[in-house]
């Protein structure tokens, strides 16, 4: 089989041709989530359109196109029914007509961390394990869950893609979903440097002396020996466990699989992910195991194969 792929991100897109066994050609499109999708769909179809032709492959020969977004998707229809504050105008887009229009093919569309659990797997870590959880750290927390080989999504599509917006603190912070204490509200990109801002010494700290506060300083001046590093990395490593713990309760799945950029770090967060499961979890059937995704950026892209072999 080969496809079409699109994974949009909130500043940019990743088109790509792929088969069963890898992605053929890629290219990334830059494009800006608060503006919309619109104005930015002719450049994605003559993107894909210029890749088939450097690969010598009509749009004929692929069996369609895979498109994954950070939003709520009903993949039955391959419409987007909710946004989070990106790309608004993907609400009124009717895709199918746009896919059929520009390549004679069809559409499959689903939010991106089902995408990315997908792809996981097809041809990742989660290869011959049919109950998953994944969880993408990054800018935001994106997470999604599989039971019995299949994606759960529930009638209104957002069954299993919320892991990010489960809650983890009753009196935590304002989430942009419009909840409170969610874990990506107070462990994500986005918010840990609003906690770091709000913690005893901050201003005075190694950490603090260093802006904008990321990740990866988050882990360094940690490593370093920063009081107040190590302090909010070990607090949002508390906050990822306890959304493991959740997820596994919700969905009893025999992996917990985590992606995303933060993973740089995999050989700090992954163990102390680990022993808070095996501490905190009540799983009477076995170990649940966690691991690291292997895919990257790919995992989304791949997750199309599958996604478009899926029977509805």
């Known amino acids: ?24 050609a890629s290219e990334v499109v830059a494009c800006d989530g608060a503006v919309g999708l619109t104005p930015v769909l002719p450049t994605l179809a003559a993107t894909l359109r210029g890749l088939l032709t450097k690969l010598a492959i009509r749009a004929e020969d692929c069996e369609g196109l895979g ?14 029914v909710g946004t989070n504050q990106k790309y608004e105008d993907m609400v009124g887009i009717d895709f199918p007509a746009w896919s059929q229009r520009e390549f004679g093919l069809r559409i499959r569309m689903d939010n991106d961390a089902r995408m990315a659990l997908l792809g996981e797997h097809f041809a990742g870590s989660a290869r011959g394990c049919d109950d998953v959880v994944m969880f993408t750290l990054g800018t935001g927390i994106g997470g999604a869950a599989m ?32 909840a409170i204490g969610c874990t990506e509200s107070e462990a ?16 005075v700290s190694a950490l603090g002396q260093d802006e904008p506060v990321n990740f990866e300083k988050l882990f360094r001046y940690a490593e370093q ?12 490593m508390r906050v990822w466990a306890a959304g ?12 917990v699989v985590y992606g995303g950029g933060v993973m740089k770090s995999a050989n700090i967060i992954l163990p102390f992910i680990q022993a808070y499961v095996e501490k905190h979890a009540w799983t009477p059937s076995g170990k649940v195991t966690v691991c690291a995704a292997e895919l990257g950026n790919h995992a989304g892209l791949l997750g199309a194969i599958p996604l478009l072999r899926e029977n509805f």
């Open 244 to 255: 493991a713990v959740g997820a596994i309760h919700a969905y009893g799945p025999d992996l």
């Open 188 to 203: 994500a990109g986005w918010s840990m440097p609003l906690v770091a801002k709000d913690w005893p010494g901050y201003a």
């Open 1 to 24: 089989m080969k496809a079409l792929a699109i994974d949009l991100g909130g500043s940019h897109a990743t088109c790509a041709v792929l088969d069963e066994q890898a992605i053929l």
């Open 225 to 236: 020996g920063d009081k107040v590093a190590t302090a909010i990395r070990d607090r949002c």
């Open 67 to 80: 498109f994954g977004f950070c939003a709520m998707v009903d993949a039955r229809t391959s419409r987007v």
């Open 147 to 178: 039971m019995g080989g299949r994606a759960i999504r529930g009638k209104h599509a957002q069954a299993g893609c919320l892991g990010g917006h489960i809650s983890a603190s009753a009196d935590g912070r304002p989430c942009t979903c419009g």
